[in-house]
């Protein structure tokens, strides 16, 4: 069996992402991070920081340089922090951090996303990502 590590959405998953929360309100992302030991920019050497850096060390840069577009399309960082091994779920899977985003809607997530600003900054995730993961959140009333 292949090993599948998870860093960007496919068009497959964008699509269904869309249709299913379109029109649901606003939406928390949960990202599940793994980071790279050392930060790899391969093909991206035009946004390579001077010196070796780690895969935290680059997401930390890439939270710092997104962190104002974030806010500044009217999204906010709910909560951002280290873990490691899951209370309950798989021994084998292990995440570094967590981060949860909450914006508006669907379409301002897909907006953020495709951000001029933002994307002069992506590959920087790209770099420091081993795997992860994207789940939308859409909340519910308890009753």
Request: glycine fraction near 6%.
């Amino acid at each position: 069996m292949a090993n599948t590590n998870y860093i960007h959405p496919t068009q497959e998953s964008g699509r269904a992402f869309y249709q299913q929360f379109h029109e649901k309100g606003e939406v928390v992302m949960l990202n599940l991070l793994r980071f790279k030991k050392k930060a790899d920019y391969t093909g991206l050497e035009n946004i390579q920081p001077e010196g070796d850096l780690t895969g935290k060390d680059a997401y930390n840069l890439y939270m710092k340089l997104v962190n104002p577009i974030i806010e500044k399309v009217g999204s906010k960082v709910l909560f951002f922090g280290e873990c490691t091994s899951f209370l309950i779920g798989p021994e084998s899977e292990k995440w570094d951090r967590m981060l949860l985003v909450q914006h508006k809607s669907a379409a301002d997530f897909i907006a953020f996303a495709q951000n001029e600003e933002y994307l002069k900054h992506a590959g920087h995730r790209t770099a420091a990502l081993e795997d992860s993961r994207l789940l939308p959140i859409i909340q519910k009333t308890v009753r």
